[in-house]
């Protein structure tokens, strides 16, 4: 049956005769900062989801202010994702994904993606920003076949998420890792050395799907919508970003480390039909969630995907 991780039931310190549920909500709460733009819901605003504050929205917008196209950088990432996803499930065979910088829940998530191939999947979401963790019990059900579940933990601690995701995942077994956008903000040696142990922990067959932002490609674009953003990126260039899978005895699949929207793209894009009088008075961020991306042109974006097995 499906199991969805709720929120925590009990945290260290709660007192006798409180109710657990409200005292988790209560620290839930005290950890969110809502003063400050949060890389989880700047990606959320930029998809034209709901779940972020208006710091965030300020953010992303002075964002694509700088860079209107940019927009495209963040949702042909999620298609690279969702290609990924399909491949390893329909065509490699995994029935187990371990999805890490998981982000607010935006459809099509993994677990949809893969129960629509293989009811029975299994995957285990790992993020550390309370407003996903307090919107995950709700978002990320998965089918009554398979299982969802979700962990509050640090990408900087492999360790503790290898020990609890063996609480739904089998880790003998093929797993898929997910790491779409996230090593970006890790500096080095730190990301590489987080990669290898994850990577490590997982047995022959297992495979990898990574995307990760980069100033080989039209820095001139990138760059300024980056800085006006305020968040903190570690940009690596393509040789950089292929050391994720060389280091760790991993050749990455046709076609490589190439920009996103170039990683087996299933079919063309048609952009949502949209009139001039549609978009007038509207924000950047409600331009752009208007806008399709089948317009995407190499020059709009600066990130590469690869998708690699370990042999």
């Known amino acids: 049956?499906?199991?969805?991780?709720?929120?925590?039931?009990?945290?260290?310190?709660t007192e006798p005769?409180?109710?657990?549920?409200?005292?988790?909500?209560?620290?839930?709460?005290?950890?969110?900062?809502?003063?400050r733009p949060h890389s989880a819901r700047v990606y959320d605003a930029l998809l034209g989801g709901k779940n972020h504050y208006p710091v965030d929205r300020a953010a992303a917008t002075r964002g694509l202010e700088r860079n209107p196209r940019g927009y495209l950088d963040v949702r042909h990432n999620r298609d690279f994702m969702r290609r990924a996803v399909l491949h390893l499930t329909r065509?490699?065979?995994?029935?187990?994904?371990?999805?890490?910088?998981?982000?607010l829940p935006t459809r099509p998530n993994v677990h949809e993606i893969?129960?629509?191939?293989?009811?029975?999947?299994?995957?285990?979401?790992?993020?550390?920003?309370?407003?996903?963790?307090?919107?995950?019990?709700?978002?990320?059900?998965?089918?009554?076949?398979?299982?969802?579940?979700?962990?509050?933990?640090?990408?900087?601690?492999?360790?503790?998420?290898?020990?609890?995701?063996?609480?739904?995942?089998?880790?003998?077994?093929?797993?898929?890792l997910g790491l779409a956008a996230i090593l970006h903000f890790v500096e080095a040696p730190a990301a590489y050395e987080i990669a290898a142990?994850?990577?490590?922990?997982?047995?022959?067959?297992?495979?990898?799907?990574?995307?990760?932002?980069?100033?080989?490609?039209?820095?001139?674009?990138?760059?300024?919508?980056?800085?006006?953003?305020?968040?903190?990126?570690?940009?690596?260039?393509?040789?950089?970003?292929?050391r994720f899978f060389t280091d760790n005895g991993l050749e990455p699949l046709e076609p490589g480390v190439v920009p996103v929207h170039h990683w087996r793209p299933d079919g063309p894009w048609t952009p949502a039909p949209v009139e001039p009088e549609d978009l007038a008075g509207l924000d950047p961020l409600e331009r752009a969630a208007r806008c399709g991306i089948g317009d995407v042109r190499d020059e709009d974006i600066s990130i590469y995907g690869a998708v690699a097995l370990k042999p």
């Open 197 to 242: 142990t994850l990577l490590g922990a997982l047995p022959s067959g297992s495979a990898v799907f990574l995307s990760h932002l980069t100033a080989d490609l039209h820095p001139e674009k990138l760059l300024p919508g980056l800085r006006a953003t305020g968040l903190p990126f570690t940009l690596r260039s393509r040789a950089e970003v292929l």
């Open 91 to 103: 065509d490699v065979g995994l029935r187990q994904f371990l999805d890490i910088g998981t982000g």
């Open 114 to 176: 893969a129960q629509g191939v293989a009811p029975d999947t299994r995957v285990v979401y790992v993020d550390h920003d309370p407003v996903v963790l307090a919107h995950a019990r709700a978002l990320l059900a998965g089918g009554p076949e398979g299982r969802t579940a979700y962990l509050d933990a640090d990408l900087r601690d492999p360790a503790t998420i290898l020990e609890d995701a063996r609480a739904v995942l089998d880790l003998d077994r093929p797993v898929g």
């Open 17 to 35: 005769g409180t109710d657990p549920a409200t005292e988790a909500g209560r620290r839930l709460r005290e950890r969110i900062d809502s003063s």
């Open 1 to 13: 049956m499906t199991d969805s991780a709720p929120l925590p039931d009990t945290e260290p310190g």
